[in-house]
Nanobody
């Protein structure tokens, strides 16, 4: 089972990027998918998640700027990022789980499968 993330890069503040993550080896259509990010020396933090019913959840700092979506037919989750800020600079990880309760969608320890991470650098 593998999650392959792509789409990271360098962008100026105010710009946009789109991250994608494709799963292989099993289907994640009945579970939740999410994005987390991590800055060196800090804990990996929740960014956004999308449930099996397509309900979405975001950390407050990205609400209104980021949009998470999924394509179950492609076993894919995406993160569209607009109005990027320097504080969005991090390595972004996609994650998936086959089941879980709503109250744990933000908990990184509740996700079983992880992508390799893709670096997003926002220059000011």
């Amino acid at each position: 089972v593998q999650l392959q993330a792509s789409g990271g890069g360098m962008v100026q503040a105010g710009g946009s990027l789109r991250l994608s993550c494709v799963g292989s080896g099993r289907t994640f259509s009945t579970g939740d998918m999410a994005w987390f990010r991590q800055v060196p020396g800090e804990e990996r933090e929740f960014v956004a998640s999308i449930r099996r019913d397509y309900n979405t959840y975001y950390t407050d700092s990205v609400k209104g700027r980021f949009t998470i979506s999924r394509d179950k037919s492609k076993n894919m989750v995406s993160l569209q990022m607009h109005s990027l800020k320097s504080e969005d600079t991090a390595v972004y990880f996609c994650a998936a789980r086959t089941s879980g309760i709503l109250s744990t969608v933000r908990d990184r320890n509740q996700y079983t499968y992880w992508g390799q991470g893709t670096l997003v650098t926002v220059s000011s």
